[in-house]
């Protein structure tokens, strides 16, 4: 439920940049049109972060460049990770230096690919899914980490289906949170005709979905393995946002 008062999120935002600004936000009617999932791991907060700085600039005559209202952006969010990908749209890599500044790279999926987000009918407070991390990381699994990292961006670019599933392997967060969203470690070993793999999002309890275009009956697998242990589901076949916020 999206709140109506002072405390939306979106407005929050408007009046941190404002203030920060030394200026006071007329008065302004927002109609709010949410297609995002809330408290399911896939970016609702950064999604009104980004919005509430958008507005701010518009409406203060701030006229900042996508580089200073993704900055902003993260500043609030405090980190650049989905914030980027709702300034730039598509496929975002990001990261924020020593001063602040966060630098991002924006590229466009193969057109072989496609990714789903399959959610399910409960919640994951992103606090419980943080606290069932560990504090620290062996070298092994943060080397393992960053060569599947790498591995993923360029399989999506190219198109490579032969990365997957390896692209997709994960010992940081997956197999901590794997109690907390039923069916995961299934889920993550699923392998069938058209799917490169899934992964949970963010801290879940959504499934992002990666598959070649054509097979995605691939979804239906996910579905049935919450189904089995009591959880209901929908599928989203979502499309990549090819150019991020717009204002029209």
Same mark, same amino acid.
């Given at each position: 439920?999206?709140?109506?008062?002072?405390?939306?999120?979106?407005?929050?935002?408007?009046?941190?940049?404002?203030?920060?600004?030394?200026?006071?936000?007329?008065?302004?009617?927002?109609?709010?049109?949410?297609?995002?999932?809330?408290?399911?791991?896939?970016?609702?907060?950064?999604?009104?972060?980004?919005?509430?700085?958008?507005?701010?600039?518009?409406?203060?005559?701030?006229?900042?460049?996508?580089?200073?209202?993704?900055?902003?952006?993260?500043?609030?969010?405090?980190?650049?990770?989905?914030?980027?990908?709702? $300034?730039?749209?598509?496929?975002?890599?990001?990261?924020?230096?020593?001063?602040?500044?966060?630098?991002?790279?924006?590229?466009?999926?193969?057109?072989?690919?496609?990714?789903?987000?399959? $959610?399910?009918?409960?919640?994951?407070?992103?606090?419980?899914?943080?606290?069932?991390?560990?504090?620290?990381?062996?070298?092994?699994?943060?080397?393992?980490?960053?060569?599947?990292?790498?591995?993923?961006?360029?399989?999506?670019?190219?198109?490579?289906?032969?990365?997957?599933?390896?692209?997709?392997?994960?010992?940081?967060?997956?197999?901590?949170?794997?109690?907390?969203?039923?069916?995961?470690?299934?889920?993550?070993?699923?392998?069938?005709?058209?799917?490169?793999?899934?992964?949970?999002?963010?801290?879940?309890?959504?499934?992002? $979905?990666?598959?070649?275009?054509?097979?995605?009956?691939?979804?239906?697998?996910?579905?049935?393995?919450?189904?089995?242990?009591?959880?209901?589901?929908?599928?989203?076949?979502?499309?990549?946002?090819?150019?991020?916020?717009?204002?029209?």
């Amino acid at each position: 439920m999206i709140s109506t008062g002072a405390d939306n999120l979106i407005w929050q935002t408007a009046m941190d940049i404002a203030a920060h600004a030394g200026k006071e936000l007329p008065p302004a009617e927002l109609e709010i049109e949410n297609h995002i999932p809330l408290g399911k791991g896939l970016g609702s907060s950064a999604a009104a972060l980004t919005a509430g700085v958008v507005i701010a600039d518009k409406l203060l005559g701030l006229r900042w460049p996508k580089k200073r209202v993704l900055d902003e952006a993260a500043r609030i969010e405090g980190h650049p990770d989905n914030v980027a990908a709702c $300034v730039h749209g598509s496929i975002v890599a990001s990261a924020t230096d020593e001063l602040g500044i966060t630098h991002a790279v924006r590229m466009d999926l193969h057109p072989r690919f496609a990714i789903a987000v399959v $959610v399910p009918g409960f919640l994951l407070p992103t606090v419980e899914a943080r606290r069932v991390l560990p504090a620290m990381y062996s070298k092994q699994d943060a080397i393992f980490n960053i060569q599947r990292s790498c591995l993923l961006i360029t399989a999506l670019a190219t198109g490579n289906a032969d990365a997957f599933p390896t692209a997709l392997e994960d010992r940081m967060h997956q197999p901590y949170r794997a109690a907390l969203v039923p069916g995961l470690e299934q889920i993550i070993k699923l392998r069938t005709k058209g799917l490169l793999g899934c992964a949970l999002s963010g801290a879940g309890p959504s499934i992002l $979905v990666f598959y070649e275009r054509g097979y995605e009956n691939v979804c239906q697998s996910v579905q049935h393995i919450f189904a089995a242990h009591g959880k209901d589901s929908e599928v989203f076949l979502t499309e990549l946002a090819l150019h991020g916020y717009e204002l029209v």
